[in-house]
C-alpha cells in the first residue's frame, strides 16, 4: 500500500515556475514507477510527466517538454515537479500516481493556476 501527498500547487503569474512536490508512505515506494497527471475543469485527467523508479528515464508530454522536468527522491520517498514557463492552460489539478505492476495508488492533487 502506497499513499502520496501533493504539494506546492498555487497561483502564479503565466511565464512563472512551481515546484510540485509528491510525498509517499509505505515501504514499496522505491518500487513505484511515478508519474504526474493533471486535470483542468470539464476535461478528463492527463498525463504530464513520468520517472522511472531509480529515476533514470523520464518522459513528458509534448504539451510539457522542455518546460516541466520531473525528478525523485526514493530516500526521502518524494517525487517533484519543476514547472517552469507555465501557461494559462497549465491550470489544472496536479495529481501524481504510483504504478507497481498492474496497481495504481493516486494522491489528492494539487491546485495550479496560472494567471494571464
Known amino acids: 500500500q502506497v499513499q502520496l501527498v501533493e504539494s506546492g500547487g498555487g497561483l502564479v503569474q503565466a511565464g512563472g515556475s512551481l515546484r510540485l512536490s509528491c510525498v509517499a508512505s509505505?515501504?514499496?515506494?522505491?518500487?513505484?514507477?511515478m508519474g504526474w497527471f493533471r486535470q483542468a475543469p470539464g476535461k478528463e485527467r492527463e498525463f504530464v510527466a513520468a520517472?522511472?523508479?531509480?529515476?533514470?528515464?523520464?518522459y513528458y508530454a509534448d504539451s510539457v517538454k522542455a518546460r516541466f522536468t520531473a525528478s525523485r527522491d526514493n530516500a526521502k520517498n518524494t517525487i517533484y515537479l519543476q514547472m517552469n514557463g507555465l501557461k494559462p492552460e497549465d491550470t489544472a489539478v496536479y495529481y501524481c500516481?504510483?504504478?507497481?505492476?498492474?496497481?495504481?495508488?493516486w494522491g489528492q492533487g494539487t491546485q495550479v493556476t496560472v494567471s494571464s
Open positions: 509505505g515501504r514499496t515506494f522505491s518500487s513505484c514507477n
Open positions: 500516481r504510483c504504478t507497481i505492476l498492474t496497481r495504481f495508488y
Open positions: 520517472i522511472s523508479w531509480s529515476g533514470g528515464s523520464t
